[in-house]
């Protein structure tokens, strides 16, 4: 598609970490982090970063929705279309207040 230059967001600290620093080739998800690697590795410059859900709703989203495929990495080439109202939001700059539950009295 051209770009050269990404940023991936995630809510996922242990993801993040797991991608970055983690080679353990006995891990249960060891074959889907060496094809995320493989993919990050090509000629570009990838940086991911960590992000809450509130931060990035399209990540929250397509994670959610991903339950829908077989387990494994899946590319889309256009993003689905249920997708198309949080993606405009997200270009508008619409901001959503992050919702945090205080625990209860003990």
Known sequence: MGCDNIVIE??????IQLINNWRNPVHPYASL???IRRKIAQNWLVRI???????????????KHSLIYPYGM???SNPPREIGQILRDDFMG???ERQV?????L
């Open 10 to 15: 995630s809510d996922s600290q242990l993801a």
């Open 33 to 35: 982090l060496d094809a």
């Open 49 to 63: 970063v960590h992000t809450y859900r509130e931060g990035n709703r399209a990540a929250d989203w397509l994670s």
């Open 74 to 76: 899946h590319e889309l």
């Open 94 to 96: 619409v901001s959503f």
């Open 101 to 105: 539950m205080a625990p209860p009295d």
